[in-house]
C-alpha cells in the first residue's frame, strides 16, 4: 500500500496550493480518502474527507478555504487550499480509511493507511 501526497512548498500568506496524494495496493473506490495536518509542537488534526461518490466534510480550521475532491479513475485524492496563513503551516497527511460514517472517522484510530507527509510552510 502506497499514498504518495505531493505538492507543498513554500507558499506567501494569501496564496493557494494543491495538494495530489496518488494510492496504490488497495481498493481505491472502497475507501474514504482524507487529509490531516501536524503542526510543529501539535497534535495531528482533521482536515478534510470525500467520500467514494463525492460527499465531503471539513475541519474547521479550513472550513470555506479549501476543496477535496478524488479521481477515482486515477487514485488520486487532492486538496486545494486556498487564502493560506501562517497558522495553516504543517506537514499534510493523506489517509485512507474504510469507515465511511462520520462517528467512525472522527477517530484517527479508524484511518487504516497513511501516506508521509508533503510539507507545507506559509510565510513572506
Known amino acids: 500500500v502506497q499514498l504518495q501526497a505531493s505538492g507543498g512548498g513554500l507558499v506567501q500568506p494569501g496564496g493557494s496550493l494543491r495538494l495530489p496524494c496518488a494510492a496504490s495496493?488497495?481498493?481505491?473506490?472502497?475507501?474514504?480518502m482524507g487529509w490531516f495536518r501536524q503542526a510543529p509542537g501539535k497534535e495531528r488534526e482533521f482536515v478534510a474527507f470525500?467520500?467514494?461518490?463525492?460527499?465531503?466534510n471539513y475541519g474547521d480550521s479550513v472550513k470555506g478555504r479549501s476543496t477535496i475532491s478524488r479521481d477515482n479513475a486515477k487514485n488520486t485524492v487532492y486538496l486545494q487550499l486556498n487564502v493560506l496563513e501562517p497558522e495553516d503551516t504543517a506537514v499534510y497527511y493523506c489517509?485512507?480509511?474504510?469507515?465511511?460514517?462520520?462517528?467512525?472517522?472522527?477517530?484517527?484510530?479508524?484511518?487504516?493507511?497513511w501516506g508521509q507527509g508533503t510539507q507545507v510552510t506559509v510565510s513572506s
Open positions: 489517509a485512507a480509511s474504510s469507515f465511511s460514517h462520520n462517528v467512525y472517522l472522527s477517530n484517527r484510530a479508524n484511518w487504516r493507511y
Open positions: 495496493g488497495f481498493t481505491f473506490v472502497a475507501y474514504t
Open positions: 470525500v467520500r467514494y461518490k463525492g460527499i465531503t
